[in-house]
């Protein structure tokens, strides 16, 4: 079975810093790029960052690059995104998927949130306090 389950998103201040895990099994970890979306209250979901666990590409939203960083740990079957410079706006569930980046880094997101990733993991909240 094919699971995907972020960690590590909590309350932190503006200005600050953090790292969200996903943690991928069930499935060859080269087989799937990794994306990372993320849902703010009564907005739509977006794809932020990327990466192919097979030839190590990253790419990233406008809206987040060159403050958060994606990752991976081929060994422990671990993607992960370290977030900087913290703002409120960035408040929301954060979501890792896995699929194609040019579905995650799609310049036109689907109106009705489904991107057609291949699997999702439910998500971990993300507070940023100004």
């Known amino acids: 079975e094919v699971q995907l389950v972020e960690s590590g998103g909590e309350l932190v201040q503006a200005g600050g810093s953090l790292r969200l895990s996903c943690a991928a099994s069930?499935?060859?970890?080269?087989?799937?790029?990794i994306g990372w979306f993320r849902q703010a209250p009564g907005k739509k979901r977006e794809g932020i960052a990327c990466m192919s666990t097979r030839d190590g590409y990253t790419g990233y939203a406008d809206s987040v690059k060159g403050r958060f960083t994606i990752s991976s740990e081929r060994a422990k079957n671990m993607v992960y995104l370290e977030m900087s410079s913290l703002q409120p706006e960035d408040t929301g569930i954060y979501y890792c998927?896995?699929?194609?980046?040019?579905?995650?880094?799609?310049?036109?997101?689907?109106?009705?949130?489904?991107?057609?990733?291949?699997?999702w993991g439910k998500g971990t909240p993300v507070t940023v306090s100004s």
């Open positions: 069930g499935f060859a970890f080269g087989d799937h790029n």
């Open positions: 998927a896995a699929g194609p980046c040019r579905l995650v880094l799609t310049a036109t997101p689907p109106p009705n949130g489904y991107f057609g990733m291949d699997y």
